[in-house]
């Protein structure tokens, strides 16, 4: 699979860091916005040619990725807000009517699922995965298992998810997902320590391995 990574600034104001931006800050004025161009090589094996199809489909022109990778207690709250109880039947029915909006595929390239939604159906048996086939969305999921203390830091924390995550990676892909999509944190009021950086790098790297 092909894979996303974002690096999140855990800071009052936080911003996502993704794909080929950076942040070029200068004295006496507001943080500018940078692109660069990076080469990477790909080790994908025999499934080099479907991951440069991916990546080329996901970065069309004028199209952009739906997350809609919401933990069940995130997308609990959701419904809780319109007075919804949080259960499996409610949050197949909020993310249908997501995945089955008309004209969908014409504004998103990609969407990042929950594990749950990835094996979901509509409600008259038609797998999300092939809702999002018909619209040429190329299906995505989430593989980190969140946030967890890291020992001997400040305070700070590391994303844990890959131990198990090839085996994990090659029932999602059985099952119809093409990309994944790996966070970490990077805390800016308690840190970054040294350690905090190594770990996210280490882990960053680890997991875009393991989904090529």
């Known amino acids: 699979m092909a894979s996303v990574s974002f690096v999140k600034l855990n800071a009052p104001s936080s ?14 004025s507001s943080t500018r916005l940078a692109t660069r161009r990076v080469s990477l090589p ?22 952009g990725i739906l997350a809609i990778d919401e933990s069940n207690a995130t997308c609990g709250k959701r419904l809780s807000s319109i007075g919804l ?18 004209g969908l595929g014409e504004y998103i390239s990609g969407a990042i699922l929950f594990e749950e939604t990835l ?3 509509t409600t008259d048996g038609k797998k999300f995965v092939d ?16 946030l967890v203390p890291l020992p001997g830091s400040n305070n700070e924390s ?31 009021p308690c840190g970054p320590s040294a350690l905090a950086v190594k770990e996210a790098a280490w882990g960053l790297a680890r997991y875009a391995a393991i989904s090529q």
């Open 15 to 28: 911003t996502w860091i993704g794909g080929q931006q950076s942040f070029s800050p200068r004295y006496g």
């Open 42 to 63: 790909i080790r994908a094996g025999a499934y080099t040619d479907e991951l440069i199809k991916t990546a080329k489909t996901i970065a069309s022109p004028g199209r």
């Open 85 to 102: 109880d949080n259960t499996e039947p409610n949050r197949q029915a909020y993310r249908q009517l997501l995945l089955t909006t008309p």
């Open 119 to 121: 094996y979901q159906s």
């Open 131 to 146: 809702v999002l086939h018909d619209q040429k969305i190329v299906p995505g999921i989430k593989v980190d298992k969140g």
């Open 158 to 188: 590391w994303c844990q998810g890959l131990d198990g995550l090839s085996s994990r990676s090659a029932e999602y892909y059985k099952q119809g997902a093409r990309f994944a999509k790996w966070r970490t944190v990077v805390s800016i």
